[in-house]
């Protein structure tokens, strides 16, 4: 049994890219708090399988939606807040680590890639936090990768845009401090998903993994979770603008190593 955060029930909560993945054990973990849980993903029928597990009490709010499609990302914040209520937690999870060769690389796919791990943070944190501040505060986590710490290759888009995202929370924990508004980022180490498992990963980099860590277990959804409810919740009323990583020491090794 995890830590209950009181300061979340009825909290409204907002997840992108949460059908799958770390974006699921997110979503399960807000429901388990008794929050009242919004998430989008391109990926219909895993978000309505998703919704199918909760009885209608606890049955988050879903809709499809293309991240990367900045007006269609507004009107389905605009939808769920008034399904559910202003939005106090904004988690800016949803993002994909296509992989390629600086070689390969060309203009179209960079752009693609920097607006499925980027953009939408920006552009979703401007249209929540206004009623965020008119409802006395909130938070936002955004989504990072100890991708960049560790210069993986193959990766140049994605860690580009994941070491933005350190940026930019930090920038806007300072210019939304005023209206108690907290910004951190979670910067997860290797989580082996369904997708990474399926493209990238198998068990014997896993064993890799965990040798290079200090903590010699593998880094689990659940244990991202956890840190995001921390940064949701009132036990973290005086954090913001922080790196929070998540990766059990590797990129702590893979820097001093």
């Not at 179209?108 to 920006?122: P, Q, S």
């Not at 409802?135 to 070491?163: C, V």
């Not at 210019?175 to 082996?192: H, K, S």
């Amino acid at each position: 049994m995890g830590a209950l955060y009181t300061s979340l029930e009825n909290t409204v909560v907002f997840v992108s890219g949460g059908a799958s993945g770390i974006g699921a054990a997110l979503v399960d973990a807000f429901v388990g708090q008794r929050a009242r849980v919004a998430f989008c993903d391109l990926d219909e029928s895993a978000g309505l399988a998703l919704c199918e597990r909760y009885a209608d009490a606890s049955r988050p709010w879903f809709a499809r939606c293309d991240i990367r499609d900045v007006e269609a990302y507004r009107q389905t914040l605009d939808a769920a807040a008034a399904a559910l209520g202003q939005i106090r937690v904004l988690v800016n999870n949803a993002g994909r680590d296509d992989r390629c060769t600086l070689q390969e690389l060309t203009p179209e796919r960079w752009d693609d890639m920097i607006r499925t791990n980027l953009t939408h943070h920006v552009f979703a944190a401007q249209r929540v936090t206004p009623s965020m501040a008119r409802a006395g505060g909130g938070s936002i986590i955004n989504m990072g990768s100890i991708s960049w710490l560790r210069g993986r290759p193959n990766l140049i888009a994605y860690t580009a845009a994941k070491a933005a995202i350190s940026g930019i929370s930090r920038t806007l924990a300072r210019e939304l401090g005023g209206d108690n508004i907290r910004v951190n980022t979670v910067l997860p180490g290797p989580v082996l998903t369904e997708r990474q498992q399926a493209l990238w990963f198998d068990s014997a980099d896993a064993k890799r993994f965990i040798e290079l860590q200090c903590l010699k277990f593998p880094v689990e959804a659940k244990h991202i979770a956890d840190m995001v409810l921390f940064l949701a919740s009132d036990q973290s009323v005086a954090v913001t603008g922080q790196n929070m990583i998540v990766d059990a020491g590797l990129a702590q090794v893979s820097v001093v190593g």
